[in-house]
């Protein structure tokens, strides 16, 4: 056994390589052939069986604590063990051989109280790996030890407490203290180069490279450095969140001498991920793959033999992938041997040239290059900028600020700014508390972060906290050359871009001549003496108020401007940025001025090359819909030009600051109402027809259709011409502007609308030569026929209408069969009307069942199951996993998942098109294979007994809590609710997402993609619901009930008649959490919100409305007016008012009916974000998962008295209904059931006495 202590420092430092030497060799070896890395090391040391006196060896026999499994002490006690593995490797073929140094760090070793070892541990483990590379060592086959680092078990980025996503368990500082420590000892320890490799957390990975560049830059001498990460699952993702190619930027600034992927998945999963970074990285490719997935009965634990690793790998370098290869867990030197002569013939890869570009990260990548698009910084998550959110901070409110930050990225911001600097803050700690918030909500998360701050601490500070790539704002000179030249160094070290302010010892720069001039100096600087990437420069050369009165600052826009022109001319790739709202700040309080401002300021400074801007999307507009004399008056002043006038003009002599003061007092008046256009009428009818379309104005369609009708029989044509003449022209303009976004849902509804008003008019006609048509060939000829409904017990129609219109305007007929269409129909009718595609939506639940059902059928069934018609499934419950897994195995035609409407063409388009066709199903057929695979190999959430589950129930203290009683016991019925008060309750966000408008309201309505058409259809939505209310087109009703409850047996919930308690009217047995938790975290159900029996006389609520009550009538009369439009706002707005009622009603119960809390006072807003005590629980949902309660529920409320019933699949009629129940406890909340076990079902089969076959049906989303 050894026991030799680590060497003097004076023998390491003879070990120490030339790292440029190093690197210079590998460059030219990567060149010639694809080099091998070696296999995993703790596969092979588990072949060895060692005990726990082999771990200890004769020097740790009497450590105080089991050593076992500490594989890195195996350097120290085992070094003959850990030499023959080496020179297995080698001997296999291994060119790169790794240390045994995965763990090796003060943080993995403290676990094992074993920190005081770790110098020691990477110094021995450098030097048997460099020893047994120079034994294997040839000039032909040069051998090369790299130091391990591997990630931690603690992770930077991600919260450890459930409970406190802010919370963190490590902190950058501490990483880079052990990281710099282990890459000390590996280097002078003897190794070659580095790998950091098995990463997960991209924060960790950051701050063992900047340890490693201190230490390079301490040390002088820079080894090369290998990169790998981790993609944990089949979401492309590292477990901290991001993208493969998220993570390449960033980590690119250490520029690795190879960048890849390790571990977690094996070759054939890891694929797509390769495939990715192979094509965007500008630097060798590194690939090891595990030996495929975990298999416990494998003698290396995992399923691939050598044979199976090695073909996979290859076909890998076939494709062009690879520069290296290797294999992490479970494979051997047996798979290292095969995967060598596998590869001993292919090329290298050649590593691309990559255009410079800007390349920033959150979760998701955002690449800046010359050609992009302006990049729109968010603004409102800074104290300086936003009192409402200095507030929000100051007071610790960070849900609200996060709200801000959120609503910053859905209104379209692909930069956050964020800004602390207020006097009254701990700034650096408010910086780190709100980036580590930031960090546990991807959909903020999922864009670059752009950190703030005048003080150099709070934003180094911000730096240790962001896993993605940031930007700086900013560094100056104003301190000095060398203060900039520092931070500059770090910035490049934490991988960040930088925003440069024109700002240098003399002040900032006010005139066209500073600003180039400082910018130049500091672009000098940085590129030639930092050696920071011009690419990641942002220049920004100060925006400043313009119209000010004083002389001086006149020129102040049309300077920057120019400037923006200059540097984008001479300063290669160097970007440039600034704040836009400064350059109006003189018209503050006049919105529609500064506005105005903004939108000709940034046309100008784009069209010269501005970048990006941080400003508010809310207050810019589109620079050709300025009206002309407000946009003239605006560029008068942006580019400080003297308007000429006649003498005789009222403004003669007056300069455009003094015009535009004086006209911006009319617009903040409300300026000047602007005229119906009617020009168009003046164009041809061909024409005409188009504009409606495009514009879905319906108020001239039947007379101009008329027109076209007779202009074309009079020239020997047919009423179909129309149709397939100008009425496809406008709609297939309809169809491309909708393709590129530049068209929205509700204006692609409305010319819907224009199209069935014409076509209609168009019937009669077509009727009367209806033979000569047949024979002609029919209708206009349409892409194909599709057969959409909704399953049989769903009720829900909306989106299936929706996806209807968007696929009749792209001229697909389309026969919509409507709700709650029994399988055998369906499929009648496509046989019926020979149907190209069959469609199935669905919203609740036990829809999936019934979709699985009619895929089932189509396969029995040999006219579906021969000719491969395609089943296509959408809905809310519905997902591309659920459709592959559940639904594509019962039918071997192709069934594909449509997310939503927008995408509804492209994939019948591709289903039917002749070039197309093949290859589309060939890859879906691929796909789902895969994802049906990942889902089978997708480890398992750890699931606990049903007992322990029941043990670690919520705890509430019954004794110290007396609860409520209601005001009454038995039910109540509200009818005829008045609308009006209804209306007040409104969440009116779901409403623009039922037009695939997609941002919380009100900031959709300010969204600069798609505010101007949210602003238009909630004017509809508006109109809508006026009529509504004032016509009486809709009732709303409403059963409410209170009795007396109590839990028995840990989870049901017994309903008493009446305070006897002695009569039970039905058990409720909600679900338990079965999924492991932390310490401290309790797996909750419902019953644990109501006292237990003996414990306290408790109640329950429940409650049904209604708001759909007339939709059928009025629908008829819309459809019957070929008003799709209508008939979809219209059965929106029963949705919103039939949501709002239950919140309605939810507030008297909490005030008076129930009276738990008589003196809530609560706005809209905090009902909406669920600010109240108690919750409503509804059927379906995740805390309340299973449908078939509704049945006791309605049974004793007697819903029918209200009008409302139930499907058999148990959907509420009408649609524009909600149920659930009311609890009343302060503790409860909502949660997520989750997987619950086989021993939970059993409990619930034995209780209940249910069939287990309508058990599992009814629990088919929960069960393992």
């Known amino acids: 056994m050894n026991t030799r202590p680590a060497s003097s420092p004076a023998e390491h430092n003879s070990l120490v390589v030339n790292g440029a030497a190093v690197e210079a060799q590998l460059r030219e070896l990567l060149q010639k052939r694809i080099l091998i890395l070696d296999g995993a090391t703790g596969t092979m040391i588990q072949q060895y069986k060692l005990t726990e006196a082999q771990y200890r060896g004769e020097r740790f026999a009497d450590f105080h604590r089991d050593i076992k499994g500490n594989n890195e002490l195996l350097v120290l006690t085992q070094p003959a063990i850990m030499t023959e593995i080496h020179e297995q490797y080698l001997a296999a073929g291994a060119d790169i051989l790794e240390t045994n140094t995965f763990g090796a760090t003060t943080v993995a070793q403290a676990d094992y109280e074993m920190e005081h070892l770790v110098d020691e541990m990477n110094r021995e483990a450098a030097r048997l790996c460099k020893q047994a590379c120079m034994k294997y060592s040839t000039p032909e086959k040069p051998r090369f030890a790299a130091g391990a680092l591997g990630p931690t078990p603690k992770t930077a980025s991600i919260s450890p407490d459930v409970n406190d996503p802010g919370a963190r368990n490590i902190t950058f500082d501490q990483l880079v203290e052990t990281y710099y420590q282990q890459t000390k000892g590996l280097v002078e320890g003897g190794v070659d180069l580095l790998l950091v490799e098995t990463i997960f957390d991209t924060l960790n990975a950051k701050a063992a490279l900047f340890a490693i560049d201190q230490y390079f830059e301490d040390s002088g001498n820079k080894l090369p450095i290998m990169i790998s990460g981790t993609v944990t699952d089949a979401s492309g993702r590292v477990l901290s969140g991001q993208t493969v190619e998220a993570f390449w930027n960033s980590v690119r600034h250490a520029k690795p001498i190879t960048i890849g992927l390790n571990c977690a998945l094996g070759a054939s999963l890891m694929r797509p991920y390769v495939a990715e970074l192979s094509k965007i990285c500008d630097v060798p490719i590194c690939v090891y793959p595990n030996a495929g997935l975990p298999n416990p009965m494998s003698d290396t634990g995992f399923d691939e033999t050598p044979e199976i690793t090695s073909s996979l790998v290859k076909e890998f370098a076939q494709a062009g992938f690879l520069n290296v290869a290797g294999g992490c867990c479970g494979t051997t030197p047996d798979h290292i041997a095969a995967i060598a002569k596998a590869l001993e013939n292919h090329k290298p890869r050649v590593v691309p040239t990559v255009e410079p570009k800007c390349r920033l990260s959150g979760l998701e990548p955002l690449n800046i290059d010359d050609s992009s698009l302006f990049i729109n910084v968010g603004e409102r998550t800074n104290v300086t900028g ?177 400037a923006t022109g200059w540097i984008k001319k001479n300063l290669p790739h160097a970007k440039i940025s600034g704040g836009v709202s400064n350059v109006s700040f003189s018209f503050r309080g006049n919105e529609p001025a500064r506005e105005a401002i903004h939108t000709v300021f940034l046309y100008h400074a784009i069209k010269n090359g501005m970048t990006m801007g941080i400003v508010n999307a809310g207050m810019m507009g589109v620079y050709d819909d300025l009206e002309p004399e407000l946009k003239a008056r605006v560029e008068d002043i942006v580019l400080n030009r003297q308007p000429k006038l006649a003498e005789n003009d009222p403004d003669f002599g007056k300069t455009a600051t003094e015009r535009m003061i004086e006209f911006a007092g009319t617009l903040k008046a409300g300026g000047k109402k602007l005229e119906e256009n009617l020009e168009w009428r003046n164009q041809p009818v061909q024409k005409r027809l188009a504009h409606a379309l495009v514009h879905g104005i319906t108020n001239f369609i039947v007379e101009d259709t008329e027109e076209c009708r007779a202009e074309i029989a009079a020239n020997g044509g047919r009423p179909i011409n129309v149709i397939e003449g100008p009425l496809m022209d406008g709609m297939n303009v309809v169809g491309d502007l909708f393709g590129a976004g530049k068209m929205f849902l509700p204006q692609v509804v409305k010319s819907a609308r224009v199209m069935k008003q014409a076509v209609a008019h168009l019937i009669p006609y077509i009727e009367e030569e ?39 305007c792209n001229n697909f007929e389309v026969e919509n069969m409507g709700v709650m269409v029994p399988a055998e129909q369906i499929l009648a009718k496509a046989k019926e009307i020979n149907a190209d595609i069959i469609g199935l939506s669905g919203l609740i639940t036990p829809s999936l069942e019934e979709m699985a059902y009619v895929a089932s059928e189509m396969q029995r069934d040999p006219y579906f199951r021969d000719r491969g018609i395609p089943l296509l499934i959408g809905g809310a419950t519905t997902s591309r996993v659920h459709t592959a897994v559940k639904i594509a195995p019962h039918y071997e035609g192709p069934t594909v998942y449509v997310s939503d409407a927008s995408r509804s063409v492209g994939v019948a388009s591709n289903l039917l098109s002749d070039e197309s066709a093949d290859t589309f199903k060939s890859d879906l057929k691929t796909e789902y294979e895969r994802v049906r695979e990942q889902h089978a190999n997708k480890k398992a959430q750890p699931l606990i007994s049903i007992e322990a589950a029941r043990a670690n129930k919520q705890k509430i203290d019954w004794a110290a809590y007396t609860p409520p009683k209601p005001k009454f016991i038995g039910k109540r019925y509200f009818k005829n609710y008045d609308l009006a008060d209804i209306a007040q309750y409104i969440d009116w966000t779901p409403f623009f997402q039922t037009w695939d408008l997609h941002g919380g309201y009100p900031r959709v309505l300010q969204d600069d993609v798609v505010g101007e058409a949210a602003r238009k259809v909630f004017e509809d939505g508006q109109a809508m619901l006026k009529k509504c209310i004032e016509g009486r087109w809709l009732q709303a009703n409403a059963a409410i009930a209170f009795y007396p409850a109590n839990t028995v047996d840990d989870d049901h919930i017994e309903v008493y008649a009446d305070e006897s308690r002695s009569q039970v009217l039905f058990t409720y047995s909600p679900l338990r959490q079965q999924g492991e938790k932390r310490e401290g975290i309790p797996n909750k159900s419902l019953a644990d919100f109501i006292a237990p029996k003996g414990a306290g006389e408790d109640y329950i609520g429940m409650f049904a409305v209604t708001a759909g009550l007339g939709v059928e009538k009025k629908e008829a009369q819309f459809q019957a007016e070929h008003d799709d439009y209508s008939s979809i706002m219209f059965k929106a707005i029963a949705d919103r008012l039939a949501e709002a009622f239950a919140e309605c009603l939810h507030h008297r119960v909490r005030k008076d009916l129930w009276g738990y809390v008589a003196d809530e006072a609560l706005s809209n807003e905090e009902l909406i974000a669920e600010k109240y005590q108690g919750i409503r629980p509804a059927p379906g949902y995740p805390a309340c998962p299973e449908h078939t309660i509704k049945r006791n529920m309605f049974e004793v409320m007697q819903c029918e008295e209200i009008g409302m ?27 997520n059931v989750g997987t619950v076990g086989q021993d939970q079902f059993k409990a619930l089969l034995e209780y209940s006495g249910r069939s287990e076959e309508d058990l599992k049906r009814a629990l088919s989303t929960n069960l393992t």
């Not at 599709?786 to 009749?808: E, F, P, S, W, Y």
């Not at 139930?1206 to 949660?1231: I, K, Q, R």
């Open 386 to 562: 936003s009192k409402a959110f200095a507030r929000m901070i100051l007071n610790e409110q960070y849900d609200e600020a996060l709200s801000v930050a959120r609503q910053q990225v859905e209104n379209g911001a692909q930069i956050v700014d964020v800004n602390m600097d207020e006097a009254m803050l701990d700034s650096k700690a408010a910086m780190v508390k709100f980036l580590n918030l930031m960090a546990s909500e991807p959909d903020i998360s999922r864009v670059p972060v752009m950190i703030d701050s005048s003080k150099w601490e709070v934003i180094e500070a911000g730096l240790k906290c962001v896993q993605g790539k940031a930007v700086v704002n900013s560094i100056s000179m104003k301190e000095g050359v060398d203060e900039f030249k520092r931070q500059a160094k770090l910035c490049k070290r934490y991988g960040a871009a930088v925003i440069v302010m024109a700002f240098d010892e003399k002040g900032q720069a006010d005139t066209y001549a500073r600003k180039t001039e400082i910018c130049e100096r500091a672009y000098n600087i940085l590129v030639n003496e930092v050696g920071f990437p011009a690419e990641d420069i942002i220049f920004d050369p100060n925006i400043f108020a313009i119209a000010t009165g004083i002389e001086e600052h006149d020129n102040y826009g049309n300077d920057f401007i120019e």
């Open 770 to 808: 209806k033979k000569q048509l047949v024979a002609a060939g029919g209708d206009a000829k349409a892409k194909g026929k599709i057969l959409i409904a909704t399953v049989k017990g769903d009720v829900h129609d909306i989106g299936k209408n929706i996806v209807t219109v968007v696929l009749q």
């Open 1205 to 1231: 019933t139930l499907t058999e699949s148990l959907a509420m009629n009408p649609a524009a209904s909600v149920s659930g129940f009311y609890f009343a406890n302060p503790e409860s909340d909502y949660f």
